[in-house]
């Protein structure tokens, strides 16, 4: 028999989708799902929240469709990606989703589209974060992408939107890989700002980039110097999983600092429910 799992062993990764980045990857919805909660089982992982894009098509699903998709599977929560482009429109597609609790929290792209996380025709996004008290989760850093404008994407931008909007949680996703210094101090000095350390690998850590991110991600905890404020993420399927749990736990952390980043925190923003391990932790 297993020992009983505790709160030191559970996993939430708190950036996940179930999108088609190449055609070596399986085409149906259903068949990435299958391979989502395969890849959770074979590394541990009790929670994932995937993440639907500002573009929809063949390859990249609407939040609708991933929600039909994940339907009953208790272990997946989702979060949905918005285009600026026509804010309007998906301001009002999205505020059912929110009211029945399906959607977890917002993410927006900038870099990949070209416009300023501060800007004033967010407002009406904003406004519905602060009403279902759900986050809004901010691409920032690379776009590993020659023809997008990483101006947009810088942390600093989302300075700006925490200043504006106190009543709304932004989350840093990549800490603003390569700018991990302005990141930091966004993270520290705003108390409605937090960082997700998913995505600043393709696939598996090269060993030379995996010692520059461990040194950067180290700066930003000992900065930080707060276990509420960073999530655990990986950016599956774009970077292992595998490789991701390994780079984590190789991290200089306290044992507050571990226990907030690879669950406590994500479970508190996205209020998910946990079991057992977790439960008896809180």
Not at 85 to 108: H, M, S, T, Y
Not at 253 to 269: H, K
Request: aromatic fraction near 8%.
């Amino acid at each position: 028999m297993d020992p009983p799992r505790t709160p030191s062993d559970v996993i939430v990764d708190c950036h996940t989708h179930l999108n088609r980045y190449s055609p070596d990857e399986p085409a149906t919805l259903a068949a990435r799902h299958a391979r989502l909660v395969a890849e959770m089982d074979a590394n541990g992982v009790d929670r994932a929240v995937v993440l639907t894009s500002y573009v929809v098509n063949d390859d990249r699903p609407s939040a609708r469709e991933v929600l039909r998709a994940v339907a009953g599977d208790e272990r997946i929560a989702v979060v949905a990606g918005i285009c600026v482009g026509r804010i309007r429109e998906e301001v009002a597609e999205v505020r059912g989703l929110l009211a029945d609790g399906r959607v977890r929290g917002l993410k927006l792209y900038p870099g990949y589209e070209p416009f300023h996380v501060h800007g004033a025709q967010l407002q009406p996004l904003y406004d519905l974060a602060a009403e279902f008290r759900v986050p809004v989760m901010i691409h920032t850093g690379d776009t590993y992408d020659p023809t997008t404008r990483v101006k947009y994407a810088h942390p600093l931008e989302v300075d700006e939107a925490a200043v504006q909007q106190r009543d709304v949680t932004f989350v840093l996703c990549h800490l603003g890989n390569p700018w991990f210094a302005d990141a930091m101090e966004v993270i520290y000095k705003n108390p409605n700002v937090m960082g997700d350390i998913s995505g600043l690998t393709l696939g598996e850590f090269n060993p030379r980039f995996e010692r520059f991110a461990l040194s950067r991600v180290n700066d930003v905890l000992a900065y930080v110097n707060d276990p509420a404020k960073l999530m655990y993420g990986t950016d599956w399927p774009i970077s292992s999983m595998a490789g991701y749990l390994r780079f984590a736990r190789a991290l200089d952390t306290t044992e507050d600092e571990m226990e907030g980043m690879m669950w406590r925190n994500a479970a508190r923003l996205f209020r998910l429910e946990m079991e057992s391990g977790a439960d008896a932790g809180r």
